[in-house]
Structures are given as structure tokens and as C-alpha cells.
């Protein structure tokens, strides 16, 4: 996979590399009409939140290739697959403030906090700005609640 640089601190690999893919010899190169999305996430979600938290967003998932996404238990039609999500945690931040924040400052199409196994992370997605939904749930780790948690 060739490695491009598609915002000033995230690249390709970034998005693609996963344990699992390399556990199981799968091909996680994201396809060229996948990329655009990618740098879309990078420049429009990770970016700015990295500029307001002053931490590199570190990203947990990001593009999955069909066998990668069923493997791991994705839904058949996930963002992560056509490159309009991405999975991350934010090292020394509370995530709930940083959801919050990202919630009132940024056009996304789905902004997920999610808790499952102890972990917490942020599920955030974007397709374009007329196409944007700006969904708002969270997961507690058994149900899934509209908007966010009470701080």
C-alpha cells in the first residue's frame, strides 16, 4: 500500500492499518474511490479535534475492506467500508467532553460514544455537508440512547 498523506497529521496507513487484517493475511488497502472519504475524515472530524484538544486523535478503526468489516463483526453496510468512518480515542481526554465539543462544533454524519469490554471510544462519520444526518447516539454497552449522556 502506498502511504499518502492525507491531512497534515494522518496518513493512509492511519485508516488501514489493523491487527486483525494482518492476523488473518487480509488486504486492507483502501481502494482509490475509498481515499476521498478517508481525507474527508481526516481534514473535516480528526483534524479540527486534534487543533481544540491538542492530542493526535488515535484512531482505533478506520477503513475496513468487506472481509475485514465481517470478520470483526461489522454491520454489512458500514460507513468504515465505503471510508466515511472512523473509530478513535483521544489519550488524556475525558470522551464524553470531547463528543460534546465535536457535537456543537463540527458537521459530521454520525457521532457515536460508545462503551463495550471496559473500553470507550468515539464512532464519528461523514459523507458531505448536503448529505450529512448529524446523528447523535451513545452505547452503554447494552443499549443504544439518542443524543448524548448527561455530564
Known amino acids: 500500500m502506498k502511504n499518502i498523506r492525507l491531512s497534515s497529521c494522518f496518513n493512509l496507513e492511519d485508516f488501514a492499518l489493523s491487527e486483525t487484517a494482518i492476523r488473518e493475511g487480509l488486504d486492507n488497502t483502501p481502494p482509490a474511490d475509498v481515499v476521498e472519504g478517508l481525507r ?59 463528543a460534546c465539543w465535536m457535537r456543537d462544533s463540527l458537521d459530521y454524519d454520525q457521532l457515536l460514544l460508545e462503551r463495550a469490554g471496559g473500553k470507550v471510544w468515539i464512532h ?9 444526518r448529524r ?3 451513545w ?5 443504544w440512547h439518542s443524543g448524548l449522556p448527561e455530564q
Open 40 to 98: 474527508q475524515l481526516a481534514e473535516n472530524v480528526l483534524e479540527p479535534v486534534k487543533a481544540q484538544f491538542d492530542t493526535r486523535p488515535q484512531i482505533s478503526s478506520g477503513y475496513r475492506c468487506p472481509a475485514l468489516n465481517s470478520r470483526i463483526g461489522g454491520v454489512p453496510d458500514s460507513q468504515h467500508i465505503t471510508g466515511q468512518a472512523v473509530d478513535f480515542e483521544l489519550p488524556g481526554q475525558d470522551l464524553l467532553e470531547v
Open 124 to 132: 464519528c462519520s461523514y459523507v458531505s455537508p448536503s448529505a450529512n
Open 139 to 143: 452505547f452503554d454497552g447494552a443499549t
Open 135 to 137: 446523528e447523535v447516539k
